[in-house]
Nanobody, 128 residues
Framework: QVQLVESGGGLVQAGGSLRLSCAAS????????MGWFRQAPGKEREFVAAISWSGGTTYYPDSVKGRFTISRDNAKNGVYLQMNSLKPEDTAVYYC?????????????????????WGQGTQVTVSS
């Protein structure tokens, strides 16, 4: 069983920055593919970023590319999401997700169905 705990959410003005953290349990964290998703009220869950088990490959949708950066520290069982130039439309609950087998095709990282474990979420609110 993998447990994920997000932190770092909050209220920020448009143009500001936040850094989300996700602490993961498990002795084999270095093999996990990790992702961040978000869900705004009344909307479907949306892919935000993902990182391969090695950290060598990252994935972003066009909506956040150039503003968000995902990273990981396998020694600390942590994955992070640095969010810059935040916009009101970035307001959502942000979720950390894990695929412990780490074997996802390049297009598969974008799909929530390829992640087996999810955190409880952390609220990010961007005011205009």
């Amino acid at each position: 069983q993998v447990q994920l705990v997000e932190s770092g959410g909050g209220l920020v003005q448009a143009g500001g920055s936040l850094r989300l953290s996700c602490a993961a349990s498990g002795r084999t964290f270095s093999y996990y593919a990790m992702g961040w998703f978000r869900q705004a009220p009344g909307k479907e869950r949306e892919f935000v970023a993902a990182i391969s088990w090695s950290g060598g490959t990252t994935y972003y949708p066009d909506s956040v590319k150039g503003r968000f950066t995902i990273s990981r520290d396998n020694a600390k069982n942590g994955v992070y999401l640095q969010m810059n130039s935040l916009k009101p439309e970035d307001t959502a609950v942000y979720y950390c997700a894990a695929n412990p087998k780490g074997r996802i095709s390049s297009t598969g990282y974008y799909s929530a169905s390829n992640y087996n474990y999810w955190g409880q979420g952390t609220q990010v609110t961007v005011s205009s």
